[in-house]
């Protein structure tokens, strides 16, 4: 079973609107952690924003914020007032286990979004 | 500061040749790790390192070889190259008490004919 499911394989939105990327993730393990990166045509893996299983409050980081949704296994992106240069793949990816230690991340298969003028 | 780089950027390779990518990093990271991307899909993890001297396979380690010699090195290396390897391949690395943050090197494009 995957463990990290991104159902929208592209994404087109104007520019200036929000936008909502979906993340669902499978563990059984309580202590894990959630990441967004995101990787422009360019190639580079641009990390963007995490939580924490334990963390009791949404993440948030200037445009970006997760809307992380324990219950339902849920861990969105959200990109407010959307621009130009937010074009690009978009990968969630889980880290399982503790907090301390190597970060084996397992990723998602990405959502292309495309931000239209 | 470079962060993380990795040597070389594009690469050719013929069935059954043999290669080795460097991945420096300048940061005094405790680990390192090696992904591999294929065509429309994620990462996977390779192998990782939580410091010199020490090893582990990831998700994908078959095929491959890794050394942390040095801190600041870890070398993927491909013994006798297949075409299913063609792929992109990025290593990153993180601080040991830091627990939310890979740092990823620019990748490494491999084609294997």
């Known amino acids: 079973a995957q463990k990290i499911t991104q159902t929208q394989p592209g994404m087109f939105v104007q520019e200036k609107e929000a936008v909502t990327l979906d993340c669902t993730y499978d563990t059984s393990d309580p202590s894990y952690g959630l990441f967004w990166y995101k990787q422009p045509s360019s190639g580079e893996m641009i990390f963007l924003i995490y939580q924490g299983s334990y963390d009791q409050q949404n993440a948030t980081e200037g445009r970006y914020s997760l809307n992380f949704q324990k219950a339902r296994k849920s861990a969105n992106l959200v990109i407010s007032a959307s621009q130009l240069g937010d074009s690009a793949m978009y990968f969630c990816?889980?880290?399982?286990?503790?907090?301390?230690?190597?970060?084996?991340?397992?990723f998602g298969q990405g959502t292309r979004l495309t931000i239209n003028p | 500061n470079a962060g993380v780089t990795q040597t070389p950027k594009f690469r050719v390779l013929k069935t059954g040749q043999s290669m080795t990518l460097l991945c420096a990093q300048d940061?005094?990271?405790?680990?390192m790790y090696w992904y591999r991307q294929d065509p429309g899909m994620g990462l996977r993890l390779i192998h990782y390192?939580?410091?010199?001297?020490?090893?582990a396979k990831g998700e994908v380690p078959d095929g491959y070889n890794v050394s942390r010699l040095k801190k600041q090195n870890f070398l993927l290396g491909l013994e006798s190259a297949a075409p299913s390897q063609t792929s992109v391949y990025f290593c990153?690395?993180?601080?040991?008490?830091?627990?939310?943050?890979?740092?990823f090197g620019p990748g490494t494009r491999l084609t294997v004919t």
């Open positions: 390192s939580v410091g010199e001297g020490t090893t």
């Open positions: 940061m005094n990271h405790e680990y």
């Open positions: 990816a889980m880290r399982e286990g503790q907090v301390r230690g190597a970060q084996k991340l397992v």
């Open positions: 990153a690395s993180s601080y040991a008490d830091v627990y939310y943050e890979q740092y």
